[in-house]
């Protein structure tokens, strides 16, 4: 309707709930669960629509409201914040049922005044500024989505979702309490300081339950390596079967610990079926809608609940709170359904005039307002341990700091468009937002208060354990903090102040597999999570020296694993020692052979007169013996470790010492078949080739050519010492690489060729009527020698390692063997056992009887 020109609205429907209001120049909103649910008349289109009736008075939530009421009081009393500013509030009872958490948002914004006054100009400030909750996450995303619109603040006291941190969705909200992730974050701390990695997850059936579960799955095998054995959503309508389902669910699970993001009546649904299931030996962990609360200490609940570790919000001091709740009366307040009166009836049992008839015939008490606080028993004056109600101190004052910053705007240096100022008349919510998201002061408790860019608060919660006292009680006692740095969550707890409800007052184990020791490695169980895992013994060659370990890690190349896989040790060296059984005997069977080659040396020179060594071309003999002594020994050079100038050594000197051998028994030979042709007519010439000095001549230019071939052989490529692990993956073959395999088939085959060729002329002389009959002795000598070496082929090239080493040298001794005992056993036996053929008259008698056969 229209008045002397002046437009006004009209309240169509006075918003009739739970309310408390104090006028003010700007007025604070605030959004606060007074009552625990709502019931909600039927609903027809014929019936005028009727209010929701709540119901379950929440003394704490009335509490958490009066500390808004002292906070903006005690902000009306400071000269330094807001002077000649009065603040107002209006505080709505949001009932636990969103569709009244709404209805009281958009009524505090909209105001409660019957008949507005519209004017031209439209300057005055909204009917409240700004709103103080809510409460529950949900109830604060619905009301942002609303209010964001309008870039209206909110700061909310408890809302934890870390879903309002979108700054996108919700450009207008800020927090006084950490967001989840920094609660699921600090949780996954605490879980891996105990090393517990399999734990249940119980959440509440709403956003914050929801996001709580998402944040998990995700974080806990990041950040702390463990696992969800299960994740229950807790139903809101109680729902008995549901309920015993997820309590099954955890009794038959192997998780020893169980975490619980739920509120209140969620807990106490659940731990009723707890208890009637008897399910005891968990360790609970709290989240900070229940981890301090009261209602859940009762007697019955005590022996499944002690120890229960949870994350609390931030304790703090509030001055004067006590006195101020103390004197709360209903006479303050005109307004019929204000929450003071629904405490003051709660409280005293009774109920303000007019009663209704039903409580008046039954006897009911009708309250004067007068009634004494002190004299009754209620949590309302605990201010011992002041939780939310300290985040809802810091979010008022938070408000007061943006106001006050806004107001202290010198004109011409503002922030907004042209450098100008806001000014109360003209005062935009967003403009508000802008100081809001710059404030950084601190609290009279010494906490520093500044929002980040989310509209998040410095992160900080206490670490709370329930101690079971002897009296049966429950004492809920501080046993550390976890707070944001720089370098992430830091944890501090002390241990020692815990009180575990186990036997053994000992952290439980919580675990899906033990970890694995060192030695093995983790392999995933198909269709488990990765915390069920098997132990698998590292593979040879391949370690994990600690436990827990997710690979075996490669050992270097000289190194090895060891027998329990749990370090590396160096490789076993392997090579043709002196020192193992094999080695000794190759040894002592070299020593043998040069002993007896120095025995019959001195056998020979002892009896170098008589006519047997006289007849034997004695000088080739001396120097035959001489080699076979150099054989023997240069055997000794393929036994111990490989040195450079061992491996240069060794087959030189033997090819030089087996072609001086050859050659002497070439030479031999040779002589033999010239004395027959030189015994039958004119055949007296040939000895001329086969003097002394031819036959040394002969011999060292053989050896001579051995030697050239062993020069050539080392300046090109020469023989050095490898370690070779092609063999055996767990040792280290030290062995002598020849260089150049070209040369070392040279080398043998130019023995081959001289030992062939001696063989073939001792084959042509054997029944020759020789001084001695030796060429039988040099033809079954050298028969042996060929044989050794032909077999000596095959069987170096299959044997690996050092055994390689000990083919060739039991090749040396057995073929050095061969030609000792061939060539000089027969003689030994005679100049020792048979001395009368060692005579000129034996050696003619048996000379005649050979010459007798070619006649």
């Not at 098997?534 to 060659?541: H, K, R, T, V």
């Not at 034997?616 to 150099?630: G, H, I, P």
Request: aromatic content about 12%; charged content about 15%; overall charge neutral.
């Amino acid at each position: 309707m229209v008045t002397s020109s002046l437009l006004t609205c009209q309240l169509r429907k006075e918003f009739i709930l739970n309310t408390l209001h104090q006028a003010g120049d700007v007025v604070l909103g605030g959004l606060f669960e007074v009552h625990y649910t709502a019931m909600f008349p039927n609903r027809s289109f014929t019936s005028e629509p009727q209010p929701p009736v709540c119901l379950g008075f929440d003394t704490l939530g009335f509490r958490h409201a009066s500390t808004m009421a002292f906070t903006v009081d005690e902000i009306n009393r400071r000269s330094d914040l807001l002077p000649n500013l009065t603040l107002g509030y209006s505080l709505f009872d949001n009932c636990g049922a969103l569709v009244v958490g709404l209805s009281s948002a958009l009524a505090a914004a909209g105001g409660q005044e019957r008949q507005y006054v519209l004017q031209e100009n439209c300057t005055a400030p909204p009917p409240v500024i700004a709103i103080v909750g809510d409460h529950y996450s949900t109830f604060s995303i619905a009301i942002s989505d609303v209010f964001g619109l309008y870039r209206m603040p909110i700061v909310s006291y408890f809302a934890t979702c870390s879903c309002l941190s979108n700054r996108q969705k919700f450009p207008s909200f800020f927090r006084t309490i950490p967001s989840d992730a920094f609660q699921v974050r600090s949780m996954i701390q605490i879980l891996k300081n105990f090393g517990w990695t399999w734990v249940g997850l119980l959440v509440s059936d709403d956003d914050y339950g929801l996001h709580v579960a998402q944040s998990f799955q995700s974080d806990l095998p990041q950040f702390g390596g463990g696992c969800l054995a299960y994740t229950e959503t807790l139903p809101w309508d109680s729902d008995p079967e549901e309920l015993r389902r997820i309590v099954h669910v955890i009794k038959t699970s192997t998780a020893r610990v169980v975490i619980a993001f739920a509120h209140e009546i969620h807990m106490i649904n659940l731990l009723e079926e707890v208890v009637r299931q008897n399910v005891i030996g968990l360790q609970w962990m709290a989240s900070e809608t229940w981890s301090t609360a009261t209602v859940l200490q009762t007697p019955n609940l005590i022996p499944h609940l002690a120890g229960t570790i949870g994350i609390a919000i931030r304790r703090g001091e509030i001055p004067g709170l006590k006195d101020f709740l103390s004197n709360i009366k209903p006479e303050a307040y005109s307004n019929r359904h204000n929450m003071v009166n629904k405490f003051w009836e709660h409280t005293f049992k009774c109920t303000f005039a007019p009663a209704p008839a039903e409580w008046t015939e039954a006897g009911g008490a009708l309250c004067t307002g007068h009634e004494d606080l002190q004299n009754i028993d209620t949590e309302f004056l605990d201010v011992s341990n002041l939780r939310p109600e300290y985040n809802v101190y810091k979010a008022v004052y938070a408000l007061a700091h943006a106001l006050d910053q806004l107001l202290r705007c010198e004109p011409g240096r503002g922030p907004f468009s042209g450098n100008s100022c806001a000014t109360l008349h003209t005062l935009e919510p967003w403009q508000l937002v802008h100081y809001l998201q710059k404030v950084n002061f601190s609290t009279s408790f010494g906490d520093q208060v500044s929002f980040d860019e989310n509209g998040n608060v410095l992160p900080i919660y206490d670490i709370m354990n329930w101690n079971w006292l002897p009296n049966d009680q429950i004492y809920i006692q501080n046993i550390g903090e976890v707070k944001m740095t720089s370098a992430g969550e830091d944890l501090r707890i002390h241990e020692n102040k815990i009180f575990w409800n186990f036997e053994n007052k000992q952290p439980p184990r919580s675990v899906c597999s033990e970890s694995c020791p060192a030695g093995s490695r983790m392999a995933r169980q198909r269709g488990q999570p990765v915390c069920c895992f098997d132990c698998i013994l590292c593979s040879e060659g391949t370690i994990s020296n600690t436990s827990g370990s997710m690979d075996c890690s490669v050992c270097p190349e000289d190194f090895w694993s060891s027998p329990a896989r749990d370090q590396c040790v160096p490789k076993k060296t392997e090579f043709l020692s002196y020192h193992e059984p094999l080695g000794i005997c190759l040894t002592t069977a070299s020593l043998l052979g040069a002993f007896i080659c120095a025995v019959v040396f001195g056998i020979f020179t002892y009896h170098r007169s008589t006519p047997l060594v006289r007849a034997n071309n004695s000088e080739m003999s001396f120097l035959l013996l001489v080699s076979l002594k150099l054989c023997f020994l240069c055997s000794l050079l393929f036994i111990g470790r490989p040195r450079l100038w061992t491996c240069q050594l060794r087959h030189a000197a033997f090819g030089i010492s087996f072609v001086l051998c050859v050659s002497c028994i070439l030479v031999k030979t040779m002589v033999v078949l010239a004395v027959f042709k030189a015994s039958k007519p004119g055949g007296g010439a040939i000895l001329k080739w086969f003097g002394a000095l031819q036959q040394r001549g002969t011999v060292f230019t053989l050896t001579f050519i051995q030697a050239v071939i062993c020069v050539t052989w080392l300046v090109t490529a020469s023989p050095a010492p490898q370690k070779n692990t092609d063999y055996h993956t767990d040792k280290i073959v030290c062995e002598c690489v020849v260089g150049s395999t070209a040369w070392f088939i040279v080398l043998l085959g130019y023995i081959y060729f001289l030992a062939l060729l001696s063989f073939m002329l001792a084959f042509l002389a054997r029944n020759l009527p020789d001084n001695f009959n030796e060429a039988k002795l040099i033809t079954f000598s050298m028969l042996m020698f060929c044989a050794v070496w032909v077999a000596f082929v095959p069987a170096y090239v299959n044997s690996p390692g050092k055994y390689a080493d000990a083919v060739e040298v039991f090749a040396i001794l057995a073929s050095s063997f061969a030609l000792l005992v061939a060539l000089f056993g027969p003689k030994c036996y005679i100049i020792l056992f048979r001395p009368e053929r060692n005579t000129k008259k034996g050696i003619l008698n048996q000379t005649l009887s050979k010459t007798s056969k070619y006649r």
